[in-house]
């Protein structure tokens, strides 16, 4: 089956933008998480969706926020962008939600975000 | 949520197995330990998880002991394409955090 997917690889932005990112799931994966990865950072959770609510929350301001639809895609969107903000941003989906469920999670490719 | 600690990096020959410790301390009854490998630009994948003793699959074996306050991925006979990160992550099916990962460097 197809992987996870995200839209779109690359992207240029200035700062002050906004910018949307979007992820669509492995088909039946109902939990979508989004992460940035910066050499400096490394992985870092952003949120957790499972089925359209937010579960779970990083430690990120509140510039970076998402959401999840009833199809399970993804988006997540971020505000005044700021230099810090270049990252490659990682979905990742599984079918965790309930107690059984697999907690491997499938990372798409991600998006690399630089902001100039 | 359970914080973990790996080597930073490591360094082997091809041919070798490699064991990269993972300390976890304050593991939860309900935490499960994973563990994914990461190569540059890409997303982590998946290799094994466990929850208490050892765990087998065709590419890695997990070994739990008793206590689980630490976990060793074990990867038999290692090659060049073996040179990745290796997270290991603790956590229930709610809430599972990545470390800084061990990076993991396979030398002819």
């Known amino acids: 089956k197809a992987g996870v997917t995200q839209t779109p690889r690359y992207l240029i932005k200035t700062r002050g933008q906004q910018v949307t990112l979007s992820c669509s799931p492995i088909s039946g994966h109902r939990s979508v998480s989004w992460y940035q990865q910066t050499p400096g950072q490394g992985l870092q959770f952003l949120f957790e969706?499972?089925?359209?609510?937010?579960?779970n929350k990083g430690n990120f301001p509140g510039r970076f926020s998402g959401r999840q639809f009833s199809n399970s895609r993804s988006e997540m969107n971020v505000s005044t962008l700021e230099l810090g903000d270049s990252a490659l941003y990682l979905c990742?989906?599984?079918?965790?939600?309930?107690?059984?469920?697999?907690?491997?999670?499938?990372f798409g490719p991600g998006t690399r975000l630089t902001v100039t | 949520l359970a914080k973990t600690t790996q080597p930073i990096s490591m360094d082997s020959y091809e041919g070798q197995e490699v064991n990269i410790t993972c300390s976890h301390n304050n593991i939860a009854t309900n935490d499960y330990i994973t563990w994914y490998q990461q190569f540059p630009s890409q997303g982590p994948r998946f290799i094994i998880q466990?929850?208490?003793t050892k765990v087998t699959n065709e590419v890695a074996s997990l070994f739990i002991p008793a206590d689980r306050k630490s976990s060793t991925l074990s990867l038999p006979r290692v090659s060049l394409s073996d040179t990745a990160v290796y997270y290991c992550l603790v956590g229930d099916i709610y809430d599972m955090r990545f470390g800084a990962g061990t990076r993991l460097t396979v030398k002819p």
């Open positions: 969706y499972f089925s359209e609510t937010q579960r």
């Open positions: 466990g929850y208490k």
């Open positions: 990742a989906s599984s079918l965790k939600g309930l107690a059984g469920d697999s907690y491997e999670q499938y």
